[in-house]
């Protein structure tokens, strides 16, 4: 396209582009305040804003300090009426489109939870989970730690002692933080587990 490509990539991998509180789009905006580019290269408009309104913002702080936006998979677009009226309608799609997938999660969650089924997360200490289902499966050789945990409770053993002994038997911690050693507030939590 004749231009000269900046070094520097934009990508802010794990943000959500409902946001305009991004690292890299917060660096982007510095090289363009600062005249350091004078066209941005974009895949998708969704890889810049799913805010209809964050998009406006954005868009203006580009024409203000003369940057172009290219668009890969909407070229063509420029800085007529008709176009400004195209990138609104594709911004509004991309919000659109974001406000689906978070109402389509949120009903998978409630369907889930109303036929008493797991939604994920942590697989507390002595279950797994089912590759396919998600839902929880007992862990025997944990299982039968939790118990012993239970009855160490019952006679009175502080949760700092249990974690001791745990520590001590090379027991471990629920899922996300196996293989740490067992913290008596950790303890607590497998304790107050309402699967237990």
């Known amino acids: 396209m004749g231009c000269v490509v900046v070094e520097e990539r934009f990508d802010d991998e794990g943000y959500s582009g409902t946001t305009l509180d991004r690292p890299a789009l917060h660096r982007l905006l510095s ?14 408009l969704d890889r810049l804003s799913r805010n209809l309104r964050h998009f406006v913002t954005l868009f203006e702080e580009l024409r203000d300090h003369n940057v172009t936006l290219a668009i890969v998979t909407a070229q063509g ?34 369907h889930l939870k109303a036929h008493g ?10 279950y797994e989970a089912d590759r396919h289902t998600k839902q929880l499966i007992v862990c025997d050789e944990e299982a039968q730690a939790v118990v012993r945990m239970f009855r160490w409770a019952e006679s ?17 911690t629920e899922a996300g933080i196996r293989g740490l050693p067992v913290r008596y507030w950790r303890f607590s939590r497998i304790m107050s587990t309402p699967v237990w």
Request: overall charge positive; aromatic content about 8%; cysteine-free.
């Open 117 to 126: 089924r797991r939604i994920a997360g942590a697989v507390p200490f002595g």
């Open 31 to 44: 090289v363009v305040r600062s005249g350091g580019i004078e066209q941005l290269v974009i895949h998708r």
């Open 77 to 110: 677009l420029g800085e007529a009426a008709l176009d400004k009226f195209m990138l609104s309608i594709l911004a509004s799609f991309a919000e659109f489109e974001r406000d689906l997938a978070a109402s389509r999660i949120a009903e998978a969650r409630a």
């Open 156 to 172: 009175g053993v502080t949760p700092l002692v249990i974690a001791g002994y745990a520590n001590a038997l090379r027991w471990i």
